[in-house]
């Protein structure tokens, strides 16, 4: 069955992709007599789409990109009507309904701009949706931070939730091609606010073409090319004042930010558009450009404090001044997003592709990288999305699509000196040609334990070899096969198949005891087979599938260390039929699963019956590193299922909309809980490590049901609402569990990820949209949300495993669950023809979010194995936390931000320009984004206060050790951003300064 079905993705070479077109229907009657209008053309102008009406004057024009259309229809002895402003979103419909008008009563063609609505009757789920426009107002840069002013979104430390979801639970969709990292869930491609030509947000409800998302989708459509030649430049920044210099009441952040777009025919039937981007955060404290943000910095100080570590040097000056974190050059990404459609109806090919590369390098402890900010380990990220949609239109109501895909995601971690090189990473001899003096020939200047002790706190001594090196790689190809049908003007069928195949790489080392190792066993060395390979996988902490353990790539897929293949296939049926007062979307998604995982052949902890060694697992090399083998793993069966959607919409008028859905989705286990190297599962299996994050085996998909139901009405010309209700259950969601083996076992006692942990989840999401009357316009939305489970993440439980507690199985709130959480967006401008020579086509937009914090448990717990410049931290290692309450028994605070945005736009000749200026965090509030388990406070980690925990450290290192272990963990969050990688307080206030030039 696997072979038929690998061999039929194959030929018809299929990646999971989701079709992202809209539809107009509607209908066209007689002015005076009312009735329907037989054989009327509607065109769609400037392409070449059209329809003529039915028996009953109705018409439907299908696979509309999403954008914004004129209408003209057309009939002999009747006077012609155009409608402008006809707003087409993905995978909705719109309605226009026209009436004509006898050319012997007006001769002159009748022109209309439409209202957009602010209702969409076709919607069976609640869907939000943004546009470039929407999000050109907003005192904010990126789609992420537009989708996460969506109802039913929360975005905590850098990660987005929806719904109650993980964060590696949402689907992202770019040009319709699924562009979710299989790995860890992220988005892999990043998208120009300026190229977009609409954001869909979908927390739930979202229909059969959908798959391998639970928690909700983001789906992104680019801007297509027009008739007309159309360019704009862009250039904002913050870089108004010198490093560490206040002005205007903040700080420079040294971020830029450079845009350009440009779009139009190639002949009048190819059209393209294309932008680009390059920006540039020098002081960036997060994974990417995406969440980079700066942080709150108060600067360190340090004199003429003795180096503990030596008897004779002493450490003249630190000056970490405030404001800036200095540590390395930022984040830096340059990122391209373009389309070329080929219109020769009825044959349309549409080509989408977005290439993005990003370098960073920076520390989150410049107190501890100080004298070695020159070795801070750089990373390389790039992707690559390319995506081809052929469309044949059958006739006027019947179309069929193929796309073709290919997704292409590379990381590269590694030191500033030597590259790809890592075994020079420690090597004296090759390091020397960079001033670094070694303390022995593979004993580097000193790091840690060995670098510079201030009072306990360590810094590094210049030229300490800071990073381990890492390469890793995502290949996607695929398409999609879809057939759709507007069977009569109310009932629409699409069909299609779909899938994807992917080829996944890592390999990631260590270098100072790999060098040591060679050294030191030259004969092994010059031997080579098993022996020197597994010396090499255990001294250099290998960690490999796609790589050999020397980082050689491996293509053979049915090597035991070869490429992970994971296979997703997919079918579905949709039924949509639309009528005056009923709208039903029915549908039927079948998936099928193949995450290339594997099981033992023999378990690995019991000894077989018929003697002590196990088939699956070899010791004979090393008795302490029990390694798997091929002979002792299979590969796991592939999951399938099939999953049914249904939603209801009821237009009770054109104003006002209930809705009701219904849907169970399955989502694989992200594959970093699934996929690691021999090397480090044989370290796990010797059970002398603590192993917070192990991995597993023959783990299934997560599953859910959901539940929603909604009311959205019109109550003005101007105004409208939207309230939703929703009710999910996620079961199979993956967590620890401390896996027990027999007597006599090649492998200890060892932690395990394994399918168990399930939530709960209910909430209402309100939103409230006015349309720009008496110059403003207004957007208000509002979650509530009750998210509760046996546990929030993967390792939430190790605490109990380590403790040999029970795992938990009783609900509590979620660590990322927002009881409260909304923004209001109101924007107040000038037209063209108001506001007189000073105001006219300016404005200013604010923006107001809230929440209500976040669950944490208060804990207590000792000092563990931390050292005196962490503190007693209960977030360090879970095996000494000991909880004073419930799981998730209180909160965080309340949080508020207030961002503004002020513009002004003029003319230059023939060039239409606008300034701007924004300001993050207007009022500078330092929010407290969290706190210290054990005390509930952002500002008092309860260490100093707590003589049992301190009372050693201080009377060792005296009051200066006080001075700045308050300076450095207190008043900056060291020590917990070090532990936990999140900030204690959210963005300090940023200015920014544009200008935006259009032609």
């Keep these: 069955m696997k072979k038929f079905l690998q061999i039929l993705f194959v030929f018809l070479l299929l990646p999971s992709l989701a079709s992202s077109t809209g539809k107009i229907r509607g209908k066209v009657i007689d002015e005076k007599t009312k009735e329907p ?9 400037n392409t070449n789409y059209g329809a003529a009406t039915d028996l009953e004057g109705n018409f439907v024009i299908l696979n509309l990109q999403a954008s914004t259309y004129v209408l003209r229809a057309s009939l002999l002895g009747y006077q012609s009507v155009v409608i402008s402003n006809v707003k087409v979103n993905d995978d909705l419909t719109s309605e226009v309904n026209f009436s004509l008008v006898s050319s012997e009563v007006q001769l002159k063609e009748v022109v209309i701009v439409q209202e957009r609505p602010l209702v969409n009757k076709s919607a069976t789920n609640a869907v939000r949706i943004g546009t470039q426009e929407d999000i050109d107002k907003l005192p904010i840069r990126g789609v992420q931070q537009a989708v996460a002013l969506s109802p039913g979104v929360v975005s905590q430390n850098g990660r987005l939730y929806v719904r109650g979801g993980r964060s590696d639970e949402i689907g992202y969709y770019f040009e319709g091609v699924n562009t979710r990292n299989i790995a860890d869930g992220t988005n892999l491609t990043n998208a120009i606010p300026e190229a977009m030509e609409e954001f869909q947000v979908q927390a739930g409800g979202y229909t059969a073409e959908y798959g391998g998302a639970n928690a909700g989708i983001v789906r992104q459509t680019l801007r297509s090319g027009t008739s007309n030649y159309k360019a704009t430049m862009q250039v904002e920044t913050d870089n108004f004042a010198p490093q560490n210099e206040k002005r205007i009441g903040t ?3 040294g971020y830029s930010n450079y845009v350009g777009t440009f779009g139009g025919p190639i002949t009048n039937n190819v059209k393209f558009f294309i932008a680009g981007e390059n920006q540039f955060q020098r002081d960036a404290q997060g994974a990417t450009t995406e969440n980079a943000t700066p942080r709150f910095w108060q600067g360190i100080r340090i004199e003429n404090a003795p180096d503990l570590n030596s008897t004779s040097d002493t450490v003249r000056l630190v000056d970490l001044k405030a404001g800036n974190m200095p540590g390395g050059m930022g984040a830096n990404r340059y990122t391209t997003n373009g389309t070329i459609t080929f219109d020769y109806n009825p044959y349309v090919v549409r080509i989408g592709a977005t290439f993005s590369r990003e370098r960073t390098q920076g520390t989150a402890d410049p107190l501890a990288r100080y004298f070695n900010f020159t070795r801070l380990g750089i990373t390389d990220r790039s992707n690559l999305v390319l995506n081809t949609k052929f469309t044949h239109i059958l006739s006027a109501t019947t179309l069929y699509e193929v796309n073709v895909n290919y997704t292409d995601y590379r990381r590269r971690v590694y030191d500033p000196d030597h590259g790809n090189t ?14 670094y003096v070694y303390r022995s020939y593979t004993t580097d200047p000193g790091s840690g334990n060995s670098g510079y002790n201030l009072y306990s706190f360590r810094l590094d001594h210049y030229g300490a070899a800071l990073t381990n090196f890492t390469k890793e790689k995502q290949a996607r190809w695929g398409g999609s096969l879809d057939f759709t049908s507007q069977v009569n ?7 299609g198949v779909l899938g994807e195949y992917n080829i996944v790489r890592l390999f990631t080392t260590g270098s100072a005891s790999l060098l040591q190792f060679y050294r030191q066993n030259p004969d092994i060395i010059r031997a080579g087979g098993v022996k020197r390979d597994y010396g090499i996988a255990r001294q250099g902490g290998v960690n490999n599938y796609g790589y050999d353990f020397y980082g050689n790539e491996i293509t053979d897929t049915k090597n035991i260390d070869g490429p992970k293949t994971p296979i997703n296939l997919g079918a579905y049926a949709q039924d949509k039929m639309e009528f005056a007062d009923l709208v039903v979307n029915a549908g039927l998604r079948f998936d099928y699963i193949d995450n290339d995982d594997i099981r033992f052949a023999n378990d690995p902890t019991t000894p077989q019956k018929d003697g002590p060694s196990n088939p699956s697992v070899d010791v004979s090399v090393d008795a302490g590193y029990p390694m798997y083998v091929a002979t002792g793993i299979k590969k796991t069966k592939p999951f399938m299922a099939v999953s049914p959607r249904l939603g209801l919409a009821f237009p009770v008028t054109d104003r006002t909309v209930f809705h009701l859905q219904y849907g169970k989705f399955i989502q694989a286990p992200s594959l970093r809980n699934i996929y690691i190297g021999r090397a480090v599962q044989a370290g796990i299996w010797n059970g002398q490590n603590y192993q917070p994050n192990p991995v597993g085996y023959n783990l299934q998909p997560v599953r859910t049901t959901q539940y929603e139901v909604g009311f959205t009405k019109q109550f003005s010309d101007f105004a409208a609402f939207d309230i939703t209700g929703f009710y999910k259950d996620i079961e199979g969601q993956i967590q620890v569990e401390k896996i027990t083996t027999d007597p006599g076992a090649n492998t200890k006692g060892y932690n395990a990820f394994v399918n168990g942990d399930f939530v709960t989840t209910k909430g209402l999401e309100i939103s409230l949209r ?5 110059r403003i316009r207004l957007q208000f939305n509002y979650t509530y949300s009750d998210g509760q489970g046996t546990n929030s993440s993967v390792n939430s439980s190790i605490s109990s495993v380590e403790n040999e507690s029970l795992t938990p199985n009783i609900i509590s709130p979620l660590d990322f669950n927002q009881t409260h959480r909304g923004s209001a967006n109101i924007d107040y401008s000038f037209d063209k023809g108001e506001g007189g020579l000073i105001f006219k086509e300016s404005g200013m937009n604010l923006l107001v979010s809230f929440n209500s914090g976040h669950p944490y448990t208060k804990s207590t717990g000792s000092i563990g194995q931390q050292g005196s410049d962490q503190g007693a931290l209960i977030e ?7 909880p004073l309450e419930s799981v998730n028994a209180s909160t965080t605070p309340w949080v508020w931000t207030l961002d503004l945005r002020v513009y002004k736009g003029f003319s230059i000749g023939g060039v239409y320009a606008e300034a701007y200026a924004y ?16 005390t509930g406070n952002a500002y008092d980690d309860g260490f100093l206060g707590n003589p049992d925990l301190s009372s050693g450290a201080v009377g060792q290192y005296g009051q200066p050790y006080v001075d700045l272990y308050t300076q450095a963990n207190l008043e900056n969050g060291r020590a917990y951003r070090n532990v936990t990688g999140n900030n204690l307080w959210g963005a300090p206030r940023q200015i920014r300064f544009g200008i935006r030039l259009e032609i």
Excluded: C, E
């Design 770 to 774: 006015l349309r720009r009357v008496n």
């Design 37 to 45: 209008l037989i054989a009327a053309n509607v065109l769609v102008q």
């Design 422 to 435: 890592f075994f020079n990473y420690n090597d004296s001899i090759a390091n020397s040609k960079f001033g």
């Design 919 to 934: 300001v993050q965090n207007l009022l500078n509030t330092q929010n407290v984004i969290n706190v210290y388990r054990r």
């Design 489 to 495: 003007a109310n009932h629409q069928l699409k069909v």
């Design 251 to 253: 700080y420079s952040y």
């Design 876 to 882: 360090a290692d879970a095996r000494f936390n000991t």
